[in-house]
């Protein structure tokens, strides 16, 4: 049965019983690694809906039992288009982003502390003030992430819903797999070589101190990691640039501060350090270099190997969308 | 979630609405909430990428060129002397350097390679000393530095805190550790002076070290660490022990000892008489005298120039070989025919 079923592209069951319902979506989910997805408007759908991964209920003429077994409710069928094809689009777009993101900033983060590690006869001191250390994961680097995780678009609805087989991205594991992962962790790696190192040979044999130097490399790695997340986000609005500006300037205001406080080992370190020309040349040139694989290999990508998003994102650009109204496959589409 | 429920609510709000004249309880419209707020979508055309490249060069090559010449005008002379300043006759040089008895004394001549300008920086230099090990920054406490009634604070000191029974002011190893050779110049046999004022930061003077809080029943152990200070002096005049309490960042390190005001041409012999109080010897450390000019850039520091110039050489490159690849393989944007499913039927 499992394998008739699955050469043909519909199959239509009738007469059914709901435990059968409910075995039918069993079939394909015990047997295949596939998301399952169930939609029913009556109390007779509830074990069906309960089985599959996702469940749809239609709050409408039979009740709503339906609607209290399921994750999603909606008043017709027809909206189960905008349903999967937008916001099931965007949302995996923004979870598998998100997901990685979080790994690689505190990656980058926790490796700039462990470089300094070796430099410290292997005693665990931390290259970055504790306070700054503290305020990292929940001040620094949380608020954009957040923003930018609800906010960000890769395409828009229309598009969206012009070019039905865009889902596919998300079908295929486009946005979160293990490459991506690894290309990740590695630009997490180069990043923190590039935080910690510059400054590292800059300041070699000179008077700088432990606090001053840490304030440097939080100043950098903060940067460092909401510019990249600057390269990434598709979709800038006010909201947008309110966070992701606003939090860089809040790092700087914090360290300031932080330094202000007599009783810290270091007081008046950010003031002293930031006097000197030198302080901003590392800034500037450990922003840059860090960067540049990221900007190199997205340029790179994004243009010779793009990927359908990449292509849906300059047609909504570069196009009038005027020709792209009628979809390719007639649908009704949600206005 | 959010949305697909804000979706599945509105929706659910609109399908009422064909029935016979009901409030209709779509929830209000709002850009923010139908997430459609106007936003400018950039993307990475050829033109952006190049010009960013190019950009990028052109600004870093000039401040790489401009750092390097400031470096290259830096005067420096660096004098090793942990070494040499120990007679050739002893062989345990722990000994040597803890015995009190022993004069330190030390005579050492340095050559001026080029023209330089004052002021000039003496600094002096340790090698493989881990000022930043955890222990060892722990070991102090700050509300006794600053504050006269608070002399008992001892607590994060060990093994420096008390000592019969009294608290040590200042407590602490770094405190103890201070470095304590000493340096005094001739300049072709006139006498140098060496200005030891304002070494330290004001905002450490001011704000970290009390006026009134004076040096109690340090050094009195039988291990000495350093540095023993005059009892009479406030912490906050101690510079020398001010510039030592700024934990450095590295092992390889600098501080600055004073700073010498007069004008020493090319071919000028200095004559260095220090004593060589500090023990290094115990851990492979190294000591090193620092005569040093600065520049806007500081003291000698090759690495910003040349660090700058591969940079923007890099994005030259980068900018060279993008350009090559977009005239190689062009491709126009927003070309429906590159979606995959098109590619696909059109190849076959």
Not at chain 2, 93 to 111: D, E, F, G, H, P
Request: charged letters at 15%.
């Amino acid at each position: 049965l499992f394998k008739v079923a699955t050469e043909c592209s519909v199959v239509l069951c009738c007469r059914v019983a709901p435990l059968q319902k409910a075995g039918i979506v069993a079939l394909i989910k015990n047997r295949t690694d596939d998301m399952t997805l169930a939609i029913g408007d009556g109390a007779n759908d509830v074990s069906m809906i309960q089985m599959a991964d996702v469940g749809v209920g239609i709050n409408g003429q039979e009740g709503g039992q339906a609607v209290m077994a399921s994750d999603f409710s909606m008043g017709q069928f027809r909206f189960l288009v905008p349903l999967l094809l937008v916001h099931g689009h965007w949302n995996y777009q923004r979870m598998g982003y998100m997901i990685l993101y979080n790994f690689y900033k505190n990656a980058t983060f926790v490796l700039v502390l462990f470089w300094y590690v070796l430099y410290t006869s292997f005693t665990l001191t931390t290259a970055i003030t504790e306070w700054s250390s503290l305020l990292y994961t929940v001040l620094y680097t949380s608020l954009p992430t957040i923003v930018v995780g609800i906010l960000d678009k890769d395409l828009s609805k229309s598009t969206l819903l012009a070019y039905p087989k865009l889902y596919g991205s998300g079908q295929r594991n486009e946005k979160y797999n293990l490459n991506l992962f690894v290309l990740n962790m590695l630009e997490a790696l180069w990043q923190s070589l590039v935080v910690f190192y510059i400054p590292y040979f800059a300041y070699r044999q000179s008077t700088i101190g432990m606090s001053s130097l840490g304030d440097l490399w939080a100043l950098a790695s903060v940067i460092v990691v909401n510019m990249q997340l600057a390269m990434d986000i598709i979709r800038w609005n006010w909201i947008i640039h309110v966070f992701v500006w606003g939090t860089i300037a809040a790092t700087v205001i914090c360290l300031f501060v932080i330094d202000s406080i007599w009783v810290l080992p270091g007081y008046g370190a950010i003031y002293h350090i930031m006097g000197q020309g030198l302080f901003w040349l590392l800034l500037l040139i450990i922003v840059v270099t860090a960067m540049v694989p990221h900007f190199a290999i997205k340029a790179f990508s994004e243009h010779f190997v793009p990927s359908d998003i990449q292509i849906g994102r300059e047609i909504e650009k570069f196009e009038a969308l005027n020709q792209v109204n009628h979809s390719e496959i007639p649908m009704r589409t949600f206005s | 979630m959010n949305s697909g429920d804000a979706a599945g609510s509105s929706s659910g709000g609109s399908g009422d609405a064909g029935a016979p004249r009901r409030a209709s309880r779509k929830p209000k419209y709002s850009k923010f909430t139908q997430q459609e707020l106007p936003a400018c979508k950039p993307i990475l055309t050829p033109k952006w990428v190049i010009s960013v490249f190019l950009l990028v060069g052109v600004i870093f090559v000039p401040i790489g060129v401009a750092s390097l010449l400031a470096s290259n005008k830096v005067v420096e002379i660096v004098d090793r002397y942990d070494d040499a300043c120990v007679p050739s006759n002893v062989t345990n040089k722990l000994a040597y350097i803890q015995n009190s008895t022993i004069s330190k004394t030390c005579r050492r001549t340095l050559k001026v390679p080029k023209d330089m300008k004052q002021p000039i920086f003496v600094y002096y230099q340790l090698n493989n000393f881990y000022q930043n090990h955890r222990r060892y920054v722990k070991s102090r406490n700050d509300q006794q530095l600053r504050d006269a009634s608070k002399a008992n604070e001892t607590t994060l000191c060990d093994p420096e805190k008390t000592r019969d029974g009294m608290a040590i002011v200042p407590c602490g190893l770094i405190a103890w550790s201070t470095f304590n050779d000493t340096y005094t110049f001739q300049h072709n046999t006139n006498n140098l002076s060496i200005d030891k004022t304002d070494i330290s930061w004001k905002s450490d003077r001011d704000h970290k070290f009390g006026s009134d809080v004076f040096p109690k029943n340090f050094q009195k152990g039988p291990l000495i660490g350093g540095k023993t200070l005059n009892e009479s002096i406030p912490l906050s005049e101690q510079e020398d022990l001010i510039v030592w309490m700024r934990t450095a960042a590295l092992p390889t390190f600098r501080k600055l000892y004073g700073r010498i005001y007069v004008d020493l041409k090319e071919n000028d012999t200095i004559t260095v008489t220090l004593d060589n109080n500090y023990n290094t010897y115990s851990f492979d450390g190294k000591k090193s005298l620092v005569l040093s000019t600065s520049t806007w850039l500081g003291g000698k520091n090759d690495f910003l120039g040349l660090a700058y110039l591969t940079v923007g050489g890099l994005c030259f490159f980068l900018a060279f070989a993008f350009t090559l690849l977009y005239l190689i393989k062009p491709r126009k944007l927003g070309d429906n025919n590159y979606l995959s499913w098109n590619r696909n039927s059109a190849g076959h």
